[in-house]
């Protein structure tokens, strides 16, 4: 018969088992739920982290709530089951990072093409993992007693990794820092119980410390300011959990909403969507390689179905190589339930996929995912350069001249629009071309890619003017990429890649242009 006792004595075993039996199930349930490939091992990270997160949350909540409830039931069983909470959050969490680097990132390769929070967010979890590794291993009593009193001050580094987790569900997380959205009430909720608790035992200690008799709440306050801090931080609009997924495509709006890492204005009025990229077929180089991208709802994993047109196409998808020498604009068909294509990857290299489309009524959305060839191998490669601002196209029956604005760009010129980026196209003859057509519904469309990180932007001309009518002077063709980047640190090397329509032809060009 299993009492109280023998559940206090087996504690540990029964926590740690009843993990790992979990773990098995979240892998079958999915596995039963989903198809293989990019939804599942999405599915399935999702779970691992989300379980991770609530178990650190709860080693983390067992001594300020046992502290405060000195009287509450079975408290010294839950004081025991702390150390294998720790290693349960540690267990899921490795699961849940390891299936994320070396499937979903496709390891080392990988993180040549995350943004700069991304890397961040990325560190601080992996040092958040390595302190629960340390923790877990040395969780045993024979641990403890052979470190002596130092045990009890390392294992509160315990503290440090909550506060490092915390920061990279905000970053990374779907929903946890919208306020509006259950997840943030949920997050905010349980995060503040757990500073009130760890506020009222602070508050004891320094009373018993200092010997305050009229008991000042010196620790309670403090954690309020603190927990005040970031809070202001995590939900301001303009704080550190701007959506690094979406940006909002039109480059003519000036005053931008919607959950937005690249616009002026951001407001959670939007739903966040996972996007999943189902590779079918190897890539070899010179052959088709079908790719198939499925939308789910994040908020309830529903499938999305209905999409608007984005300048004539329901998506647009744009594919660079790690060198940035490769480019091409193509479209994904919407078949129903998915995006698909077949597409030719020209040589054995790591490419960039940055997927644009807009489900009906919301935003515009842009997902980037990162693919290798079968034998592509790590190398390093010459810095990218190329000085020449005027470009020559087309063939000796057609050939024009296009040349980009030789100015100092500056980040904060070209947000606030003081500075464009502006294209003069001319024919053979040095006149200024009157027949530039449209395509794909635009004059122009220009992708911009940061040569270190990867971030890219997809913007068209910022006026739309009948160029084939001869009673407009058709003046210079400008580019107001107003929703670039939004970081507090831009500068740097891009490299520009420019399509033009003349005489029934697509044109390629592309530049280097330096933003300070």
Known sequence: MITIKVIDKYIRPIILGSAFGLSILIFLFFKIKLDSGGSFYTSVTDAYGITSALTLYTALLISPLTFTFSK?????????????????????????????????????????????RYIYAFLISFIALIILAFLAFTSLDCAQKKMGKWWIYIHRFIYLAGILIFFHIIMLGTGYADIKSLKGIVFLTLSSILILLEGLRLNNYISKKFKF??????GIIGYIIIFSVILTLVFSPTGLTQNLQVHDHDSTTSGITG???????????????NVLLNQTDSIIPGKNTELDF????????????TFQQILGQQSHLMIV?????????????????????????????????????QPSGENEQQFAFVVKSDNFEPKIFSEIKDSDKLKIIGDDISKYSIEINDVNFKWADLLNGFQK?????????????????PYLNAYGHV????????????????????????????????????????????SGIYKLFAEFKLNDKIYLVQYIISIK
């Open 72 to 116: 509450l039931p079975y408290r010294a069983i839950i004081l025991r089951s702390r150390r294998a909470v720790g290693v349960v959050s540690f267990y899921f969490g490795f699961l849940h990072g390891s299936i994320s680097f070396f499937l979903l990132l496709g390891g080392v390769d990988g993180l040549g093409f995350l943004s700069t």
């Open 213 to 218: 008799k009229n008991n000042l709440s010196y």
């Open 259 to 273: 959950s937005s890492a690249h616009g002026n204005n951001i407001e959670h009025t939007s739903p966040r969507y």
């Open 294 to 305: 499925t939308i789910r709802d994040a908020q309830n994993g529903n499938q999305v179905v």
């Open 321 to 357: 190589d790690n060198e940035l020498k490769y480019f091409t604009h193509i479209h994904p068909i919407f078949d129903g339930g998915k995006f698909t294509i077949d597409t030719i990857f020209p040589e054995n290299r790591l490419y960039r996929i940055y997927f644009d489309f």
């Open 421 to 437: 980026i502006t294209f003069n196209i001319k024919d053979a003859n040095g006149n200024i071309v009157k027949n530039l057509q």
């Open 447 to 490: 992708f911009i890619v940061n040569t270190q990180d990867y971030s890219a932007i997809h913007v068209h001309a910022d006026r739309q003017i009948a160029y084939n009518d001869p009673t407009v002077e058709a003046q210079n063709l400008s580019f107001l990429p107003i929703n670039l980047y939004n970081e507090t640190n831009t």
